[in-house]
């Protein structure tokens, strides 16, 4: 056959016009479910996917079930905007929102992806937000993933049920549901975006056989029972928990399924004067939100429970057994989780006044709790408080985690401590210290959307390395690299911990002995 100079000049120009035509065209994939189109981020090399479907509405009939799947669509979808958020039962203030205001039609998800992503090549990062498990959404500036993304991973957040949408647990549901099984939605909703990316994320260049879950307060929370959930084995390979691990008495509910039930209904039998499931599902949010909200007539704290579905048994007790799942992880918390409501309380810390406290609290065992919590200067009590109430509140819980997963797991754990102190801003006092969530936008890199901090070389520096030692662990399990401080694994004898700092370095834990004091107590009770 002769091939004539025109015929391959044509062949030149129809490979020309495709590639032109990919290249001009990255902003549109093709998901399960259609076709979304995407924009460019701030940087010209990542694109930006926001507000796509990973779930039907959860509205009418679907209020207080297990998320179902969303509906397929033609054409082109826009995906430029986040989608609105979950109904909120609470706020707190220094949490600014980019969407279109709530919503019980809210379950949607946002991807960030370099725009020379090969297919099914890059490592995947998936967010959960914290708020308490009664706020919180996607579209805080704080939480964009650009940044990180453009450290060679792709990051997803996703938006999921909240309060008493998605933690409201009852007989009734219970019995319409064919796991018998109820509360937990925001859970499910949660396991429901990890199934998505495990269908659709080789499609922006993920791989989906390497998925970090990631979260921060009742994110890492979720992230400690995800792990835990036999719904979730095999979605993800690895996790990074920021202050919270579902293992403690104030872990943020986790009663039992049984017991959720009952309280929930007495609820609406007081709230509505009704528990018929039906009925309730007809009652408009913004009523069911101002009952769980009323101070008159005080409702339940509405968060996860031990439903025997997506948790068969308590996340300890799973990890007792060594049935989560078996990945690496890192976790730690902020060194002053709780530092400023106890320098900014009325009732101020006093050595005689934690003295007298730690007789009350502990009685026999005092004198052994003063020995870890020193008060022999007031100034000295005012730190062992702000130790002490950062314990309670998070640390300890987040402390237990880890210690599970040394002991029943067969993967690699590495533990930090975010020590850094703010320099204060809008929200903050300088003298607020590392507060609880100063970590957020270190790790994504999104310093600069935090209203009125002026920011120090140290931060930034800081900034820098949390972002290499979280994408480094994302890509290989390992959060070291080339130019970063070395972090050894938290293991057995001496667990050194990976402090992060102005001068970020390793060190043997310096509070383990008040972690196994906080243990012994609690084992007595």
């Known amino acids: 056959m002769i091939i004539s100079r025109r015929s391959i000049g044509l062949a030149a120009c129809c490979v020309l016009i495709a590639s032109?035509?990919?290249?001009?065209?990255?902003?549109?994939?093709?998901?399960?479910?259609?076709?979304?189109?995407g924009a460019l981020a701030s940087s010209p090399q990542i694109r930006a996917f926001k507000g796509i479907p990973y779930a039907a509405p959860p509205v009418g009939d679907l209020r207080w079930k297990e998320p179902q799947p969303a509906a397929k669509w033609q054409g082109v979808r826009k995906a430029t905007d986040f989608g609105s958020r979950c109904v909120q039962t609470s706020s707190f203030p220094d949490m600014t929102y980019h969407d279109p205001g709530e919503s019980e039609d809210?379950?949607?998800?946002?991807?960030?992806?370099?725009?020379?992503?090969?297919?099914?090549?890059?490592?995947?990062?998936?967010?959960?937000?914290?708020?308490?498990?009664?706020?919180?959404?996607?579209?805080?500036?704080?939480?964009?993933?650009?940044?990180?993304?453009?450290?060679?991973?792709?990051?997803v957040t996703m938006n999921y049920r909240l309060g008493i949408l998605g933690f409201y647990a009852h007989p009734g549901l219970t019995a319409e549901s064919p796991h018998h099984a109820s509360g937990n939605y925001g859970l499910l909703d949660q396991n429901a975006a990890l199934q998505w990316v495990r269908k659709n994320i080789a499609a922006f260049g993920g791989d989906p056989n390497n998925v970090t879950l990631f979260g921060e307060s009742a994110g890492s929370f979720s992230v400690s029972s995800q792990m835990a959930s036999p719904l979730s084995k095999g979605l993800i390979h690895k996790a990074i928990g920021e202050s919270g691990g579902a293992f403690s008495s104030a872990s943020l509910g986790f009663d039992s399924r049984e017991l959720t039930e009952a309280r929930d209904a007495k609820f609406a039998e007081a709230?509505?004067?009704?528990?018929?499931?039906?009925?309730?599902?007809?009652?408009?949010?913004?009523?069911?939100?101002?009952?769980?909200?009323?101070?008159?007539?005080?409702?339940?704290?509405f968060g996860p429970d031990v439903d025997g579905y997506f948790l068969p048994d308590?996340?300890?007790?799973?990890?007792?057994?060594?049935?989560?799942?078996?990945?690496?992880?890192?976790?730690?918390?902020?060194?002053?989780?709780?530092?400023?409501?106890?320098?900014?309380?009325?009732?101020?810390?006093?050595?005689?006044?934690?003295?007298?406290?730690?007789?009350?609290?502990?009685?026999?065992?005092?004198?052994?709790f003063l020995a870890l919590y020193p008060a022999t200067s007031d100034e000295q009590a005012v730190q062992s408080a702000i130790?002490?109430?950062g314990d309670r509140f998070i640390a300890h819980s987040t402390w237990l985690w880890l210690e599970a997963q040394v002991k029943t797991g067969h993967a690699p754990v590495y533990r930090y401590l975010f020590s850094l102190g703010s320099p204060g801003?809008?929200?903050?006092?300088?003298?607020?210290?590392?507060?609880?969530?100063?970590?957020?936008?270190?790790?994504?890199?999104?310093?600069?959307?935090?209203?009125?901090?002026?920011?120090?070389?140290?931060?930034?520096?800081?900034?820098?390395?949390?972002?290499?030692?979280?994408?480094?662990?994302?890509?290989?399990?390992n959060p070291n690299g080339a130019g970063l401080p070395e972090w050894p694994t938290y293991a057995p004898e001496k667990f050194p911990i990976m402090n992060l700092d102005r001068t970020s370095a390793a060190e043997d834990d310096p509070y383990r002995a008040r972690h196994l004091f906080l243990t012994e107590i609690a084992a007595k009770k």
């Open 387 to 389: 130790d002490l109430a």
């Open 20 to 37: 032109t035509a990919f290249a001009a065209d990255p902003l549109i994939v093709k998901t399960a479910t259609g076709k979304v189109q």
């Open 271 to 301: 709230a509505f004067g009704t528990t018929d499931i039906a009925k309730l599902r007809q009652i408009p949010y913004a009523d069911l939100i101002k009952a769980a909200t009323s101070r008159t007539q005080p409702a339940p704290r």
């Open 425 to 477: 801003d809008k929200f903050h006092k300088a003298e607020s210290g590392a507060f609880h969530s100063d970590d957020i936008e270190y790790v994504f890199g999104t310093l600069d959307v935090r209203p009125e901090a002026v920011w120090r070389p140290e931060d930034r520096k800081l900034s820098d390395q949390m972002g290499q030692y979280w994408t480094n662990f994302a890509k290989t399990g």
């Open 106 to 155: 809210c379950l949607s998800l946002n991807v960030w992806t370099p725009v020379n992503a090969k297919h099914g090549k890059l490592p995947v990062m998936v967010w959960i937000y914290g708020g308490g498990y009664t706020a919180g959404t996607t579209s805080e500036a704080r939480q964009d993933g650009e940044f990180l993304a453009q450290r060679g991973v792709i990051v």
């Open 314 to 368: 308590s996340v300890p007790n799973i990890y007792a057994a060594g049935k989560q799942a078996q990945i690496p992880l890192l976790a730690g918390w902020n060194a002053g989780e709780m530092q400023g409501a106890v320098v900014m309380s009325k009732n101020k810390t006093t050595a005689e006044s934690f003295k007298a406290q730690a007789e009350k609290d502990f009685g026999s065992n005092a004198d052994k």
